[in-house]
């Protein structure tokens, strides 16, 4: 047996801790079991804390941004010791699928991500596939690498936007997720990047990110850009950004959208303006986020605003709701 404590969304509204002695199962010859160090609070995570997630309703346990250290590894497994610092691939693929054939592994249908379909990294053991796990340095603090998974979302965004269109850029909205593609977009060589953004704080912490020129909304004039990335993807950021592209020019959509949403299509087909979307990631991207992380050309300095202890979780989860809130961390271990 042993003492497994976890995070869990009982109701809808209500964050509660458990702790409860398990069986210690055996692992399968793929398997590795972690002990998560800290967890991140995502915004998707707040949607099902909501009850507003299109894959996911409480009672649940969340969580799929974490680091982590290997407590066991099992007798098939390679590359990956006891004692390695993990990032862990929330992605639970089927591995059968034609998309998983391809590689394609975000594109798994139906999506078995922890934290929604597949049980979430909100605990302090866990058991996940081999293939999962990216091993990071050990000389990267675990605060920081607890970033890992949003620079990963960042940098798959970037490698879908067309090298052209990262000429110009214009990106909408400068939470975790913009601020991250701020430096995606530097890193990986984009031209003059402009971020709009409401909280005076969020533009300046862009501007010392990477960003050429920050704005509020309704600041920029007529001017368009060859490439638009839209992290909001509410029915007035969509417009601006379809708007605000040039001929010829690409939309990516990285924001989770609460429905339907409409786009001018007319302009969109006649100027032949792309409009292409994000979803999550691929194990290179975990890969190349763990080495900007770990040679410091992407900076968690200001990113991470809080970090609660596990027995604190309500009140973390009410801190990342708030809107000066960037990453809010819950420590798991002890």
């Keep these: 047996m042993s003492t ?20 210690s199962v055996p692992l399968s010859s793929d ?35 974490i680091c982590a250290i290997v ?35 975000n594109l798994c249908e139906p999506p078995m991500v922890a934290g929604f379909r597949a049980t979430g990294f909100g605990q302090t053991s866990h058991v996940v596939p081999a293939r999962n796990v990216h091993v990071a340095p050990k ?18 965004c970037v490698t879908r936007m067309p090298s ?15 601020l991250s593609v701020v430096q995606a977009m530097r890193i990986m060589g984009a031209g003059r990047i402009t971020v709009v953004e409401p909280d005076p704080d969020k533009r300046a912490l862009a501007t010392k990110l990477g960003a050429d020129r920050v704005a509020a909304p309704g600041e920029l004039t007529d001017e368009t850009f060859t490439g638009v990335i839209d992290i909001v993807c509410a029915q007035a950021t969509l417009t601006e950004a379809c708007t605000r592209v040039v001929a010829g020019g690409t939309v990516v959509c990285m924001g989770v959208p609460t429905g339907p949403r409409e786009i001018p299509l007319g302009s969109m087909q006649r100027f032949e303006r792309d409009l292409l979307c994000t979803g999550m990631y691929l194990p290179a991207d975990f890969d190349e986020a763990i080495a900007w992380l ?9 990113l991470i605003t809080d970090v609660f202890d596990i027995k604190d979780a309500a009140a973390a989860y009410a801190r990342a709701a708030e809107q000066t809130s960037i990453k809010v961390l819950i420590k798991l271990a002890n």
């Design 4 to 23: 497994v404590t976890n995070v869990l969304f009982s109701s809808v509204g209500v964050v509660d801790v458990q702790t409860a002695d398990v069986p």
């Design 31 to 65: 398997e590795v079991r972690i002990a998560p160090q800290y967890l991140g609070i995502c915004g998707s995570d707040l949607h099902v804390l909501a009850g507003g997630h299109p894959f996911a309703q409480p009672p649940t346990i969340p969580g799929h941004e």
């Design 139 to 156: 000389s990267i603090p675990m605060k920081v690498l607890a970033f890992a998974e949003p620079a990963t979302c960042a940098r798959h």
């Design 294 to 302: 770990a040679d410091g050309r992407f900076d968690t300095t200001g």
């Design 164 to 178: 052209e269109a990262r000429e110009d850029v214009l990106v909408i909205g400068a939470g975790t997720i913009g």
């Design 71 to 105: 407590t066991e590894v099992g007798p098939g497994v390679e590359g990956v010791s006891q004692g390695d610092h993990v990032v862990v691939d929330p992605i639970m693929a089927c591995m059968q699928c034609r998309a998983c054939k391809a590689g394609r592994f």
